[in-house]
């Protein structure tokens, strides 16, 4: 079965940039797959953040496309986010996942890296 | 792109069925038979519980079934037990422009086992 694991700071500055790593095992991040970030506030809903293809390809949410950055790094077998110019409303959860096929279907979820902003 | 709308709260007995229904417009839910639904447990990561509207993934129980109509999605429970109290999201594919594809999510239900 696929895992993920995500890893990065804990504690980002406001105005700074918040930077994720998702690595990926028992599974090749060069599959013909999609692979997204989805983020949640504390006590809030889910967010899709943007996505990323075994080629290269990206998407990302219109709200958040100015500020936001995926990337492969496919000698690692992992996927990154950047986040820049963040302020306390980026505090959440941030997840990293597999898509199925087409569609919302985010099979396999990595445990989340909670990242807080604050000085 | 705005949050798709999902009741805050549903509940039900033991072995009941419960309904939660995820609106959103053409562009999304509307637009596609791309919806899927989500399981969360309190400081777990999502689990896929349906997607393409009404298809299980392998190891999900067949209590779970889904359903679209215009706007509107639905996720029915079965039978419910104690372990499907959490909180469940809907997620649909959206394309606001040509040039401008992606998903959204519900704003979330509670599920409380009374």
């Known amino acids: 079965q696929v895992q993920l694991q995500e890893s990065g700071p804990g504690l980002v500055k406001p105005s700074g940039t918040l930077s994720l790593t998702c690595a990926v095992s028992?599974?090749?991040?060069?599959?013909?797959?999609?692979w997204i970030w989805v983020r949640q506030p504390p006590d809030k809903g889910l967010e899709w953040i943007g996505e990323i293809f075994h080629v290269g390809a990206t998407n990302y949410n219109p709200s958040l496309k100015s500020r936001v950055s995926i990337s492969l790094d496919k000698s690692n077998n992992q996927f990154s986010l950047t986040l820049t110019s963040v302020t306390a409303a980026d505090t959440a959860v941030y997840y990293c996942?597999?898509?199925?096929?087409?569609?919302?279907?985010?099979?396999?979820w990595g445990q989340g890296a909670l990242v807080t902003v604050s000085s | 792109q705005s949050a798709l709308t999902q009741p805050a709260s549903v509940s039900g007995s033991p072995g009941q069925s419960i309904t939660i229904s995820c609106t959103g417009t053409s562009s999304d839910v509307g637009g596609y038979n791309f919806v899927s639904w989500y399981q969360q447990h309190p400081g777990k990561a999502p689990r896929l519980m349906l997607f393409?509207?009404?298809h299980r993934p392998s190891g999900v129980s067949d209590r779970f079934s889904g359903s679209k109509s215009g706007n509107t999605a639905s996720l029915t429970i079965s039978g419910l037990q104690a372990e499907d109290e959490a909180d469940y999201y809907c997620?649909?594919?959206?394309?606001?422009?040509?040039?401008?594809?992606?998903?959204?999510f519900g704003t979330g239900t509670t599920v409380t086992v009374l």
């Open positions: 393409d509207v009404s």
């Open positions: 996942a597999r898509v199925l096929g087409i569609g919302p279907n985010f099979e396999y």
């Open positions: 997620s649909s594919y959206i394309r606001t422009t040509p040039s401008t594809p992606g998903y959204v």
């Open positions: 028992n599974g090749s991040i060069t599959s013909d797959n999609w």
